[in-house]
Each structure stands twice: as structure tokens, then as C-alpha cells.
């Protein structure tokens, strides 16, 4: 009589690290059924809430997403409820939502990279562009960085109506400022904040996680240097306002440019 000897090979199959969604995600059933315009990085069709959850983990700037069963879609979203500005307001859409975790800032990849960009105000004149006061020294050309003056705010106008504004067109990934006094005479913009928008009307003070007031940055006081104001919670936003506080003369005068973020 022959033996048949029968050997198995077992594969040992390793998961991918989402599968186990509780371990990187949590629920948040507060966020169910809401619109998350404010965050949103991208909508992209999904069959799955895994697929969905995977795609999170492989985008960099994703902190949380919700998924819609009936529509197969996900949207990804930027941060997480810890940065939100806005109340939640439900849409009935069937989302469920799941954030990260841990809260950690998201860090602005490659600010003024190809992949990112700086936006290089006053040489781009696509970009719409306002300002509060006006001024002989309005000559939007020399807000450029290494312009060989500087954009000035009317020394006359109380320091709550000096800003200027600009319009992005879209949302973006704001990463970072670059800031330059000054170059033909002794004056700069010592400390300065910022806001963003939605819409150009309603304006939010930038701040950082767990802080209640508005940011102040310390400005510069070398007109050679420029001076890069790495953003820790970089804003997702259409608009945004800087604002300048206090200043060396009388009469804040600035070179500046904005950096957004690589999206991927």
C-alpha cells in the first residue's frame, strides 16, 4: 500500500496597516451628516469606508474624512474639530466621520517649491488685491520681495484700518509668509498678524491649537534678509488678510509674498 503524502503551503497574508482603522481613526459621531466645505482637501468615489480610510493615511495633509455609503464617496478632509472655526451644521447627507487620534499640526510640505508656490505678489497681477487706506506710496509693483522700495500704509490712518487683502480664487493650503522691510529708507513693519476668509466679509484671526487669540508675529528689522513665517496650522482658505501692528516710524512699509503648500 503507497502513501500519499499531501503538503500545504500556508501563506501568511500581512494587512495593510488601515485595516485596522481604530487603531489611526476614531468616530466622531458629533460630525455625521455634516458639511465640511471649510476642510475639505478633495471628494474622491470610493465602494468602501477602508478604501476611504486608506486613502486618508496616503495623503499628507488629511487628518480626518467622511464617507457617504449611498453616493460611494469620500471626502478627505484637512485637520481636524480641534481646528475648526465654524459650528457644525448638519446636512443629512449620511456621512459618518472619522478623525485621527492623535492631533498633531499639520506641517506645510515644500512651501514655495514648484509643487507648492510662492505666489510672487506684485509681479502676478492676476491675483485681485485691496488695501484700507490710501497712500502715494500704494504702488502695488513694490510689495514685491527685493523691489527696490516697499509697499507703505498712510502714516495718518489709526493702525486698526491698515491691511491689505488678497484673493487666492480658490481655497488654498496656506503655508507660509516672507516678509522684507523696506530697502531705500529705515522703515518696517515690527510686528504683524493675519486673518483669512471664506467669503472676503467674515474674517478669523489666525491663531495656533489651544490659543484663543489672534497670532503675533514679530517682524523685521534687516532689509537685506527675508524673513520666512513658517505657518504650524496652515489656514485653507480663499482670502487672506495681513495686517501689520506696530512698525519702526509711523508709516508700516513691508515687502511680502505668500507660500502655499504642495497638495500631495
Given at each position: 500500500m503507497r502513501l500519499m503524502i499531501i503538503t500545504f503551503t500556508v501563506t501568511c497574508v500581512v494587512l495593510p496597516t488601515f485595516a485596522s482603522r481604530s487603531a489611526v481613526y476614531k468616530r466622531d459621531a458629533d460630525y455625521d451628516n455634516v458639511s465640511l466645505s471649510h476642510r475639505l482637501l478633495e471628494v474622491v468615489p470610493t465602494s468602501s469606508l477602508i478604501q476611504c480610510a486608506a486613502l486618508c493615511l496616503r495623503n499628507d495633509y488629511c487628518k480626518s474624512y467622511s464617507y457617504t455609503k449611498v453616493?460611494?464617496?469620500?471626502?478627505?478632509?484637512?485637520?481636524?474639530?480641534?481646528?475648526?472655526?465654524v459650528a457644525p451644521q448638519s446636512?443629512?447627507?449620511?456621512?459618518?466621520?472619522?478623525?485621527?487620534?492623535?492631533?498633531i499640526p499639520t506641517k506645510c510640505l515644500l512651501p514655495g517649491s514648484s509643487e507648492g508656490g510662492c505666489l510672487m505678489l506684485g509681479a502676478n497681477n492676476e491675483i485681485p488685491v485691496v488695501w484700507s487706506d490710501m497712500d502715494v506710496y500704494h504702488n502695488l509693483a513694490l510689495i514685491q520681495l527685493n523691489s527696490w522700495s516697499a509697499f507703505c500704509h498712510d502714516p495718518n490712518i489709526i493702525q486698526s484700518y491698515r491691511w491689505i487683502q488678497f484673493d487666492l480664487g480658490v481655497n488654498n493650503i496656506i503655508?507660509?509668509?516672507?516678509?522684507?522691510?523696506?530697502?531705500?529708507?529705515?522703515?518696517?513693519?515690527?510686528?504683524?498678524?493675519?486673518?483669512?476668509?471664506?467669503?472676503?466679509?467674515?474674517?478669523?484671526?489666525?491663531?495656533?491649537?489651544?490659543?484663543?487669540?489672534?497670532?503675533?508675529?514679530?517682524?523685521?528689522?534687516?532689509?537685506?534678509?527675508?524673513?520666512?513665517y513658517n505657518l504650524d496650522y496652515p489656514p485653507v482658505r480663499r482670502y487672506l488678510r495681513f495686517i501689520p501692528l506696530t512698525c519702526n516710524s509711523g508709516r508700516p512699509c513691508y515687502r511680502l509674498d505668500i507660500c502655499r503648500c504642495a497638495t500631495s
Open positions: 453616493a460611494s464617496k469620500c471626502d478627505l478632509l484637512y485637520n481636524t474639530k480641534k481646528q475648526d472655526d446636512d443629512g447627507s449620511g456621512k459618518v466621520y472619522y478623525s485621527v487620534n492623535t492631533e503655508g507660509a509668509i516672507k516678509l522684507q522691510e523696506r530697502d531705500n529708507i529705515e522703515e518696517y513693519t515690527t510686528s504683524f498678524k493675519l486673518q483669512y476668509s471664506d467669503d472676503g466679509i467674515a474674517w478669523i484671526d489666525y491663531n495656533e491649537q489651544g490659543e484663543q487669540v489672534a497670532k503675533v508675529f514679530d517682524g523685521t528689522h534687516d532689509r537685506n534678509t527675508i524673513s520666512v
